[in-house]
């Protein structure tokens, strides 16, 4: 596709409900990223995957937050049990190889809202 | 591990005025470093990069940015503002040979009076 993809656009949901977020990364970028982005925090790393590498969850908030990256493409961001705390707008991000500038192309992010 | 600041958080200027937002981070070294934009209501967007060679780097819309490295800092600039710069800047680092995760600052909004 022309850009970074997600799915959905919108999410609402009951605290303590699991969700699952979507993205397509642009053909052949092997690096993704997801971001946080709530008001006054600006954007908040969560994940990176590059490549067959392992990835880097250092930004994941709690063991609710995980993610997966199938086939190198598609990766979904599962939280689990949410809560309030948890409604934010969750930006995904992909970029060219390791070897190449890394530009990150945003996609249109999911707004998740916790009732 | 890296970190980013962005010392201002909102700034509210009249058109035709100069800008300077500035940016800091944290790490002894190399990097390369970003500037993105995001205007109201659509995607975060690339509004100029540094990764090597002239530290002063233009960008899109008539922004540049000055790379200091004595200083860690990467200020964005605009001699002259108008009002389609309102907007929210974000300013990203990305340690080169360490990781290759780009962490961002905390966000500037910026508010352009008419």
């Known amino acids: 596709g022309a850009g970074v993809s997600q799915s959905p656009s919108n999410k609402v949901t009951e605290k303590g409900k699991d969700v699952e977020l979507r993205c397509d990364p642009i053909?052949?970028?092997?690096?993704l990223y997801w971001y946080r982005q709530s008001l006054g925090q600006g954007l908040e790393f969560l994940i990176y995957?590059?490549?067959?590498?392992?990835?880097?969850k250092s930004g994941l908030p709690s063991d609710r937050f995980s993610a997966e990256r199938t086939g190198g493409s598609v990766s979904t961001l599962t939280i689990q049990r949410t809560q309030q705390e948890d409604s934010a707008v969750y930006l995904c991000?992909?970029?060219?190889?390791?070897?190449?500038?890394?530009?990150?192309?945003f996609g249109p992010g999911t707004r998740l809202t916790v009732l | 591990a890296q970190s980013v600041s962005q010392h201002n958080h909102h700034v509210i200027l009249s058109e035709a005025a100069s800008l300077e937002l500035g940016c800091n981070y944290s790490?002894?070294?190399?990097?390369?470093l970003f500037w993105y934009v995001q205007y109201p209501g659509q995607h975060l967007q690339l509004l100029l990069k540094?990764?090597?060679?002239?530290?002063l780097v233009k960008g899109i819309k008539g922004f540049e940015a000055e790379f200091i490295k004595s200083k860690f800092s990467f200020n964005l600039r605009k001699p002259s503002v108008q009002w389609s710069d309102t907007a929210e800047y974000f300013c990203?680092?990305?340690?080169?040979?360490?990781?290759?995760?780009?962490?961002f600052g905390k966000g500037t909004r910026l508010h352009i009076l008419p």
């Open positions: 540094y990764f090597s060679g002239d530290p």
């Open positions: 053909s052949g970028h092997t690096a």
């Open positions: 990203a680092v990305n340690a080169v040979n360490r990781d290759d995760k780009i962490i």
């Open positions: 790490y002894g070294g190399t990097v390369n």
């Open positions: 995957f590059q490549g067959n590498s392992a990835p880097d």
């Open positions: 991000a992909s970029s060219r190889p390791r070897d190449s500038i890394q530009v990150e192309f």
